[in-house]
T-cell receptor, first 116, second 115 residues
């Protein structure tokens, strides 16, 4: 149990275009989903927290107009990188909690975004 | 500030031996969970073990166990009978943000397992 999928696993796009990444909890209802960014050889950096049906809460320094988060259902959250630029190239990881009462986050496999 | 510290950027262990990864944290919370995650080269974050802070008994999951010292705010991970597949980056983490279950991650320890 507690499986989280993420799609796509890799995406390459041109500068100025938008990219959408999907995060799904496959076998549980996710009360809260999280989006992280990870640079090479570094730890995870939380970008935002989203609850189903509510606006996402962004961490300080994260541009909410650039990184649009939608949490339309208890099993799906999406991250849209708008007007992507090369500096947005990174590894993006989502996680979900709600499978049990232990605050445990279960992670998707990540998406590698490359902006040319 | 509430932080998590992993003081060992890299560790190595011989196959079948035991290794301990350290983690210290700082919190004013009274009831919380602590976590160890591993991130192998695939970059998939995998839950290794979790510890409930108000339980005195250390958590154990097969070859993985925790040494939790609440007063010292220490939460180390012991891996027994190390296997090649244990090679990964290991992150300790704990919930840091009120009711929305945010996690703060340490900087990680890269574990190498030598055959």
């Amino acid at each position: 149990g507690a499986v989280v999928s993420q799609h796509p696993s890799r995406v390459i796009c041109k500068s100025g275009t938008s990219v959408k990444i999907e995060c799904r909890s496959l076998d549980f209802q996710a009360t809260t989903m999280f989006w992280y960014r990870q640079f090479p050889k570094q730890s995870l950096m939380l970008m935002a927290t989203s609850n189903e049906g509510s606006k996402a809460t962004y961490e300080q320094g994260v541009e909410k107009d650039k990184f649009l988060i939608n949490h339309a259902s208890l099993t799906l959250s999406t991250l849209t990188v708008t007007s992507a630029h090369p500096e947005d190239s990174s590894f993006y990881i989502c996680s979900a909690t709600g499978q049990d009462s232990t605050d445990t986050q279960y992670f998707g496999p990540g998406t590698r975004l490359t902006v040319l | 500030a509430q932080t998590v510290t992993q003081s060992q950027p890299e560790m190595s262990v011989q196959e079948a031996e035991t290794v301990t990864l350290s983690c210290t944290y700082d919190t004013s919370e009274s009831d919380y969970y602590l976590f160890w995650y591993k991130q192998p080269p695939s970059r998939q974050m995998i839950l290794v073990i979790r510890q409930e802070a108000y339980k005195q008994q250390n958590a154990t999951e097969n070859r993985f166990s925790v040494n939790f010292q609440k007063a010292a705010k220490s939460f180390s991970l012991k891996i027994s009978d190390s296997q090649l597949g244990d090679a990964a980056m290991y992150f300790c983490a704990w919930p840091s943000g009120g009711s929305n279950y945010k996690l703060t991650f340490g900087k990680g320890t890269l574990l190498t397992v030598n055959p």
